[in-house]
């Protein structure tokens, strides 16, 4: 199978921390080894985050504050690609062709984010795109969607299962700003939509849980039904 893997800085970097690092590294060589092709996508976690407070402290605009963003989420799949060694493309690739010819040649494209105004997720989506993925799939550190935040509001309900004409419905109606926390962004939603790739979010906070929902499909997250 083709995955595309969004592992979220939430996940792969709640803090830096080498070993957690390494363990996403070796789910992806088990995968690999288990004859999956993988492309990985690395977010920003608490460091773009810091970054990204202490520019908006600073009067610096948005687009400004998503450069910030950028330039961490880049930093990360650095640390990915070191981890992983020889089976990733040496270098995090800034555009679409080059993470799918890194693909076509046999090595791990690790992708951080491109332009402003959006997410690694919709990096993430457009890069399903362009591979023609078998999976999307989503390491996020919820559990899945569900009909709002479930921190701000205990009452959300969880969904197993979404159209894609929901997801878009259930994510517009969150605000967009430099560091706002969504399960996937609008765009991604909406290239999902169009795209049709099958498309997993899961709470990959356990690297296990990850291989699991990508090698046998086990998984308690959403699945968001094209
Ligand atoms: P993330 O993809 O990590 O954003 O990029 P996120 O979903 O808010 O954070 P996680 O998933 O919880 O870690 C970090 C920030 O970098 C900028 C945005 O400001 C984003 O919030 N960014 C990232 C872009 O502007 N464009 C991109 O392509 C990627």
């Known amino acids: 199978m083709r995955a595309v893997v969004s592992v979220g800085g939430s996940v792969l970097v709640p803090e830096l921390d080498g070993d957690r690092v390494s363990a996403y590294a070796n789910v992806s060589d088990a995968l690999i080894d288990e004859g999956h092709e993988l492309a990985l996508v690395v977010g920003g976690g608490t460091v773009a985050r810091q970054y990204i407070e202490a520019g908006r402290s600073i009067g610096a605009d948005e687009m400004a504050l998503d450069q910030l963003g950028i330039g961490v989420t880049r930093l990360n799949a650095r640390l990915l690609v070191a981890a992983l060694g020889e089976r990733a493309a040496p270098t995090p690739p800034e555009d679409y062709e080059t993470a799918a010819a890194a693909v076509h040649r046999g090595d791990v494209p690790v992708m951080g984010g491109l332009v402003p105004g959006q997410t690694t ?16 799939i989503y390491a996020t550190s919820v559990a899945g969607v569900y009909s709002a935040d479930p921190d701000e ?23 967009m700003s430099a560091g706002s926390s969504a399960p996937v962004d609008l765009l991604a939603a909406k290239i999902i939509q169009r795209s049709g790739t099958r498309t997993l979010v899961i709470d990959g906070t356990d690297p296990e849980r990850l291989r699991r929902a990508v090698a046998e499909g086990d998984h308690e997250g959403t699945e968001v039904l094209p």
Not at 121 to 136: G, M, R
Not at 155 to 166: G, K, L, N, P
């Open 121 to 136: 997720d919709a990096v993430a989506a457009a890069l399903a795109e362009t591979v023609d993925a078998d999976l999307l």
């Open 153 to 175: 509001n205990p009452d959300a309900t969880h969904y197993d299962e979404i159209s894609t004409d929901e997801l878009v419905d259930v994510i517009g109606d969150i605000e």
